[in-house]
């Protein structure tokens, strides 16, 4: 088996590669000839007090690692591959109160409550709604004379407004989520200039903003998924603590990722004109889910080994911590035809962009499908003619697959 041609330090996780692009090229190189490898990296770099990572490739091998709580866990290290070297073991620790960072039972126990508030019939009750926001955030946008950013203009709107009607925060309390949402992910892109400090102070004051919702419904319950989740603890609902953490997890992993979903989507349209126009006339159901194949939000997250156990060939020691690279899985040849080429009427399509299975697969999957349907339904209608007008920026993050800013105009 030839070695993988990677230079010298290459490192997935480098801010400053996803910051640049999605490095595909090197992740064929690994999936062909090395699908799970050590990558070193200089002591404490990722706020781990250890020497680097195995990154784990290939479709076949993500969705094992993702399937074996028992052996790869998320609780020990989190599921975040990557802080900086800033961040102390109490504040990696800390983070095991999300479900994003919890096993089974524990993750069991709390994912049975919070999944009462994305059944099928609660989220068929958002959606005549979500038409009409997503109907009227196109038509904002269309009204710009000239050149506008779809980020902000277009696609940060639906993600923030779903979520917001979930768990139904009030229409002028919504920017303070987005608000707390974006500097909470945004501590590597020094353009945004979020210390490590105002980060943590974002997610308590969402925490404590969250508590305060619940603590209302407790005294007060009314008819909606708070009072759902925590109005009686003895019957297996929520604490307050524990929904203010479920609310934080809400605020990145429903509104950041599909955000970025909806903005790479719509740059892969713009920059395959074929297939905007195949969109337009057929309105394919498949095409939210290559959408998120194609952008893949979450690069990476992590787990870390229970116990010494083997893995594509190679032995993996008890504490050692295991990236698995969706975007990779993604672009395996192994399980997609043509894995490079955007095609909105692929079928089937067993991507992970939501996860590669098992208890973390992602919980609000069917509402971030409903989104990216409405929201490109919409732009195909009212801003058929949408063009770029300049390169997506794009942030700067060890993990996330992100969009700051696009400029396009509906001329």
């Known amino acids: 088996m030839p070695c993988p041609a990677l230079p010298d330090g290459f490192d997935f996780t480098d801010p400053d590669l996803l910051h640049h692009r999605v490095p595909l090229p090197e992740f064929a190189e690994l999936r062909a000839a090395e699908p799970v490898r050590w990558i070193p990296q200089p002591a ?4 781990f007090q250890d020497e680097g990572y195995w990154a784990v490739t ?3 091998d993500v969705r094992y690692v993702s399937t074996h709580p028992e052996i790869f866990s998320s609780t020990l290290n989190t599921a975040i591959i990557r802080f900086n070297e800033h961040m102390n073991r109490d504040s990696i620790d800390a983070q095991r109160l999300i479900l994003l960072n919890m096993d089974p039972p524990e ?5 049975q409550i919070v999944q009462r508030g994305f059944t099928p019939r609660a989220i068929r009750a958002l959606e005549d709604r979500l038409r009409d926001r997503a109907q009227a955030i196109v038509a904002g946008a269309r009204a710009h004379s000239g050149p506008f950013d779809f980020v902000t203009e277009v696609a ?3 993600p923030l407004q779903a979520i917001a009607e979930l768990i139904g925060i009030p229409q002028d309390d919504r920017v303070k989520i987005f608000e707390w949402s974006n500097k909470m992910i945004a501590y590597d892109d020094p353009e945004y200039a979020i210390t490590e400090q105002v980060g943590a102070e974002s997610a308590a004051e969402l925490i404590a903003y969250a508590m305060g919702m619940a603590a209302e419904r407790k005294q007060c319950p009314a008819h909606d998924i708070v009072s759902t ?3 009686a603890e003895d019957e297996g ?14 605020s990145v992993a ?3 990722t599909t955000r970025n979903a909806i903005t790479h989507g719509m740059h892969a349209f713009l920059t395959h004109p074929e297939q905007w126009e195949l969109y337009k006339r057929e309105r394919p159901s498949t095409a939210a889910e290559e959408i998120v194949r194609w952008a893949t939000p979450v690069n990476a997250f992590q787990r870390t080994a229970t116990q010494d156990t083997e893995l594509g060939g190679k032995l993996i020691r008890k504490g050692d911590r295991v990236g698995i690279f969706y975007a990779s899985a993604n672009h395996d040849p192994e399980v997609f035809e043509n894995p490079d080429v955007f095609d909105v009427m692929r079928d089937p399509n067993p991507h992970l962009g939501f996860g590669g299975g098992g208890p973390h697969y992602c919980l609000g999957k069917s509402l971030a499908v409903l989104e990216i349907d409405l929201i490109f339904n919409a732009i195909a209608d009212a801003m058929p003619n949408l063009t770029l007008t300049g390169d997506p920026r794009r942030l700067r993050s060890a993990w996330i697959n992100g969009v700051k800013e696009l400029r396009v105009t509906a001329s």
Do not use: K, P, Q
């Open 44 to 47: 404490n770099i990722a706020g």
């Open 58 to 60: 290939r479709h076949a």
């Open 107 to 111: 993750h069991t126990r709390v994912r």
């Open 156 to 158: 940060c709107e639906l």
């Open 229 to 231: 989740l925590v109005a």
């Open 237 to 250: 609902n929520l604490n307050s603590d524990e929904f203010g953490f479920f609310v934080l997890m809400l």
């Open 254 to 256: 429903g509104n950041e």
